[in-house]
């Protein structure tokens, strides 16, 4: 199970960090995909972690603004985000996959539940 939080409503520029824990399994040789999703547009990919190694990928919608990292001892991923836009609204989710890094929705198998960041302009 997957367990996404740390939304709510931020002022433009702002840096929330949100989180996502497991429970049931361990991250170790897993890939973590950070994604998020407007009402009546797809599920966009916006970040990736390579848990075993460290390597992460972003969107080009979001590099150099947000960060994924981990907390193994935590069981723990987080996606640090800064510099907000009221274009980052959207309900944020994690999810989980084996084998390569990916972007792809359709490569992702398990879910959380998401958290809505608002940013407000």
């Known amino acids: 199970q997957l367990q996404a939080s740390g939304g709510g409503l931020v002022q433009a520029g702002g840096s929330p960090r949100l989180s996502c824990v497991a429970s049931?399994?361990?991250?170790?040789?897993?890939?973590i995909g950070w994604f998020r999703q407007v009402p009546g547009k797809e599920r966009e990919g916006v970040a990736c972690?390579?848990?075993?190694?460290?390597?992460?990928y972003y969107s080009d919608s979001v590099k150099n603004r947000f960060a994924a990292d981990s907390d193994k001892a935590k069981n723990t991923v987080y996606l640090e985000m800064h510099n907000l836009k009221p274009e980052d609204t959207a309900v944020y989710y994690c999810?989980?996959?084996?084998?390569?890094?990916?972007?792809?929705?359709?490569?992702?198998?398990?879910w959380g539940q998401g958290t809505l960041v608002t940013v407000s302009s």
């Open positions: 999810a989980v996959r084996e084998g390569t890094a990916s972007l792809t929705k359709y490569e992702y198998h398990y």
């Open positions: 049931g399994f361990t991250f170790d040789d897993n890939v």
């Open positions: 972690l390579v848990c075993n190694d460290g390597r992460t």
